[in-house]
Nanobody, 126 residues
Framework: QMQLVESGGGLVQPGGSLRLSCAAS????????IGWFRQAPGKEREGVSC????????HYAESVKGRFTISRDNAKNTVYLQMNSLKPADTAVYYC???????????????????WGKGTLVTVSS
């Protein structure tokens, strides 16, 4: 069964850090772009970050640029999202998904990403 599984969420104080993991099973991430998305209560899902497969280029939404870092370890078939300087506005369920490119990860109507995981909850609160 081909799937992605997110982990690493939790409760953290404002200004704190978390590292999320997105592990693939049943397929290899080597040739796939991987995007991170989040959905806060009462809000639409939004793209957060994406890492391409071709050249490893990284992309970030303006709201997380300079605070979040996406990386991939193909040997472990895993993509990570390091989140620093967390804010209460970052509270959401975080998901990862796979596509062939990162071109449309910010488009809320794009439906090309596959193998959505069940998500991991990040709560930023004092």
């Amino acid at each position: 069964q081909m799937q992605l599984v997110e982990s690493g969420g939790g409760l953290v104080q404002p200004g704190g850090s978390l590292r999320l993991s997105c592990a693939a099973s049943g397929f290899t991430l080597d040739y796939r772009a991987i995007g991170w998305f989040r959905q806060a209560p009462g809000k639409e899902r939004e793209g957060v970050s994406c890492i391409s497969s071709s050249d490893g280029s990284t992309h970030y939404a303006e709201s997380v640029k300079g605070r979040f870092t996406i990386s991939r370890d193909n040997a472990k078939n895993t993509v990570y999202l390091q989140m620093n300087s967390l804010k209460p506005a970052d509270t959401a369920v975080y998901y990862c998904a796979a596509d062939w490119t990162c071109g449309s990860y910010l488009d809320p109507y794009y439906q090309g990403f596959d193998y959505w995981g069940k998500g991991t909850l990040v709560t930023v609160s004092s």
